[in-house]
C-alpha cells in the first residue's frame, strides 16, 4: 500500500488547520449568540443608537440621508443633521450592524459576527508564532473571553473589528519576517483596512508600530534586501487598503461634501467643545452660535465630555491617562495582561515578545494623548497582549511538563475552565445591570405605540437634572416611514412647526422622561386640561 505524498500530507494538515480556524470562529459566534439569550439586546448608549443610524442608512443603500425639513428637534448625540442626517462614526461597525439585521434580523448578531471574524483572525496570527495546537487553544482563550463576550458582543460599542485587523496584520508580520508571500502580505493589507474602516487614529498608529516590528525583525539581512522585501509587501498588501480608503472617502463625500472631512471632524466642529487630544484647545461649537442647539446636548459637553479634557490636562493629567489605561487593561483583560507579566523575564531575549512589548508601549503612548478612554480605544493592543500571553502559558506547561507534574492540555484545560465560570458570573451580573432598566423602558413604551397601528410622534421632555447619558431621542433613516418618531419637546417654536407638519398624519404624544415611570400623555388631552385650567 502506497504511504501518502508530502503533497497530500501538507493538503490534509492544511484542510484540519482551516477546519480548526473555522470551528473557533463558529464557537465565538455561538457563544455570543448564547449569551444574548440569557440577556436580550437593548440599545443604551449614545453610540448603539448612531450605529443602529448608520446600519439603517446602509440597508437603505445609501451612505447618508437627506436633512429632514424641520430638523432642528431630531438633533441627538453623535449624529449630524447638517448638511446630511447620518451618523458620525466610521463604516465598520455599522456595515457589521448592518449585516446582523440583514442575515438574523437582529442588529446585535453583526457584534457576534464580528466576533468571530476576531477569533479567526487571532487563531491565524498566532499560527505565525507558535504551533498549531497552541493557536487553536489561543483561539478558545478568545471565545471564552468573559469581558469581551459579555461585554463587547452584546453591544454595539465594541473593539472587535479592530482587534480583527490588528490580527490580520500582525499575523503577516509573523510570517512575513521568514519569506514573502502574495497572499500573506495581502491578508496584512486587509488588516489594514479593517483598522482604517474602524478605528483611523489607532488604526494608523498600529500599521506604523507593526511596520517598524518587521523591520526590525528583518535586521539580520542587509538593507537593501529589506528595502526590496518592503516594496514587495507594500505592493501586495495595497488594494484592499485602496478599496478601504476609496471608501473612506466616498462615505465622507456623501455625509460631509469633502473628501478629506471626516463625519466625525465635522460632528466634532458643529457640537464638541473639548478637542479630541489633550494638547488641542477648547473651541466654541457651530451650532452655540446660532439658536439651534439642544440644551441637553450644550450641557452634556459643556459638564461631561469638557470635565473629561480638563481632568487630563498637564502632566498630572497625562499620567493619570496612563492610569485609566493600565485599570482598563487590569480589569478587561486581566487575565491576559497577568499572563503577558510572566514574560517579562525572556522579553528581552526573546525578540518578538520584545517587539510585542514595545509596540504595546507605543500605542498606548499614543493613546495617552485623546481626552477619553475605554477598551475599544486601546482594541489594537489585544492581539499583542493575547500572543504574549499564550507564549507564557506555554512556559508554564513546558515547565510543568519537565518537573512531571502536568502538561500542555491541562494547562490550557484549567485555563479555559476558570474563563467559563467568570463567563457565567459577569453574565448573570449583566442581566441584573441597573443601567438596562430605562432602555428596556424606552423599548417598552415604543413596542406599546407600535402595537396600536399608525403612526405616532413623540415629543420629549426632560427634567433640569436630567442625566445626560439617558438619551431618547434617536431615530432611523427614513424619518417619514418610522411608525415612532422621537422628537426634542423643549421649544414651542419646534412643537408647533411639528404639529403644523406632522398633525394630520401622526398621533402626537409628549413624555416626561425623568418622571418615574417615565409618563406618556397625548398632546391633545395635555391641550384640554390647559383649557379648563383657563376656565
Not at 309 to 332: E, V
Request: net charge positive.
Amino acid at each position: 500500500m502506497r504511504s501518502p505524498s508530502r503533497a497530500h500530507l501538507r493538503l490534509h494538515r492544511n484542510v484540519a488547520w482551516w477546519g480548526a480556524i473555522g470551528s473557533v470562529g463558529g464557537l465565538t459566534v455561538a457563544i455570543a449568540a448564547l449569551i444574548s439569550c440569557f440577556t436580550p439586546f437593548v440599545p443604551l448608549v449614545h453610540d448603539e443608537f448612531a450605529y443602529l443610524l448608520a446600519a439603517d442608512t446602509l440597508l437603505q443603500g445609501r451612505l447618508a440621508n437627506p436633512t429632514p425639513e424641520i430638523w432642528q428637534p431630531f438633533q441627538s448625540f453623535h449624529v449630524l443633521l447638517e448638511p446630511t442626517y447620518a451618523a458620525k462614526y466610521p463604516l465598520a461597525t455599522g456595515i457589521a450592524t448592518a449585516l446582523g439585521q440583514l442575515l438574523c434580523g437582529m442588529p446585535v448578531a453583526g457584534s457576534w459576527l464580528s466576533a468571530g471574524l476576531c477569533a479567526v483572525s487571532l487563531t491565524w496570527m498566532l499560527g505565525g508564532i507558535v504551533s498549531r495546537w497552541w493557536a487553536v487553544a489561543g483561539g478558545l482563550i478568545v471565545a471564552l473571553h468573559p469581558a469581551m463576550q459579555v461585554i463587547w458582543s452584546q453591544s454595539l460599542i465594541y473593539g472587535w473589528i479592530t482587534a480583527a485587523g490588528c490580527g490580520l496584520l500582525t499575523g503577516a508580520v509573523f510570517r512575513l519576517r521568514r519569506r514573502f508571500r502574495f497572499s500573506v502580505a495581502l491578508a496584512g493589507g486587509c488588516g489594514v483596512a479593517l483598522l482604517a474602516l474602524s478605528r483611523p487614529y489607532e488604526g494608523l498608529v498600529t500599521t506604523c508600530m507593526s511596520a517598524g516590528m518587521l523591520w526590525f525583525l528583518w535586521t539580520p539581512r542587509a538593507f537593501s534586501q529589506r528595502l526590496i522585501r518592503s516594496v514587495l509587501v507594500a505592493v501586495s498588501a495595497a488594494p484592499p487598503i485602496a478599496a478601504a480608503l476609496v471608501l473612506i472617502g466616498m462615505h465622507n463625500l456623501a455625509v460631509t461634501g469633502s473628501i478629506a472631512t471626516l463625519p466625525y471632524q465635522l460632528h466634532e466642529a458643529q457640537y464638541g467643545v473639548a478637542p479630541l487630544f489633550i494638547f488641542q484647545s477648547v473651541q466654541i461649537p457651530e451650532m452655540a452660535e446660532g439658536d439651534d442647539l439642544p440644551a441637553v446636548i450644550d450641557a452634556y459637553h459643556r459638564e461631561w465630555s469638557l470635565n473629561s479634557y480638563t481632568s487630563r490636562l498637564g502632566i498630572l493629567g497625562w499620567l493619570r491617562g496612563w492610569g485609566a489605561y493600565a485599570k482598563i487593561i487590569t480589569l478587561f483583560w486581566g487575565w491576559l495582561a497577568a499572563l503577558s507579566l510572566l514574560m517579562i523575564p525572556w522579553w528581552g531575549r526573546f525578540r518578538v515578545g520584545m517587539c510585542l512589548a514595545f509596540c504595546m508601549a507605543g500605542h498606548l503612548l499614543a493613546s495617552s494623548f485623546v481626552c477619553w478612554d475605554f477598551p475599544h480605544y486601546i482594541a489594537a493592543i489585544m492581539p499583542w497582549l493575547l500572543c504574549l500571553a499564550v507564549l507564557a502559558l506555554r512556559r508554564v506547561a513546558s515547565w510543568g511538563r519537565h518537573s512531571g507534574l502536568f502538561g500542555a492540555a491541562h494547562v490550557v484545560i484549567a485555563w479555559l475552565a476558570i474563563q467559563f465560570l467568570l463567563l457565567v458570573m459577569l453574565t448573570g451580573q449583566v442581566r441584573h445591570a441597573t443601567n438596562r432598566h430605562w432602555g428596556l423602558e424606552r423599548q417598552k413604551i415604543m413596542s406599546s405605540l407600535e402595537r396600536q397601528g399608525g403612526k405616532h410622534l413623540v415629543l420629549v421632555h426632560y427634567a433640569d437634572d436630567h442625566h445626560g447619558q439617558y438619551e431618547w431621542v434617536y431615530n432611523l433613516a427614513d424619518l417619514d416611514s418610522q411608525s415612532v418618531l422621537w422628537a426634542r419637546g423643549e421649544r414651542d417654536d419646534w412643537n408647533r412647526r411639528m404639529e403644523v407638519k406632522y398633525g394630520s398624519e401622526r398621533t402626537l404624544w409628549e413624555l416626561y422622561a425623568d418622571e418615574r415611570p417615565p409618563r406618556l400623555q397625548l398632546l391633545s388631552a395635555i391641550a384640554e386640561e390647559k383649557e379648563e385650567l383657563a376656565h
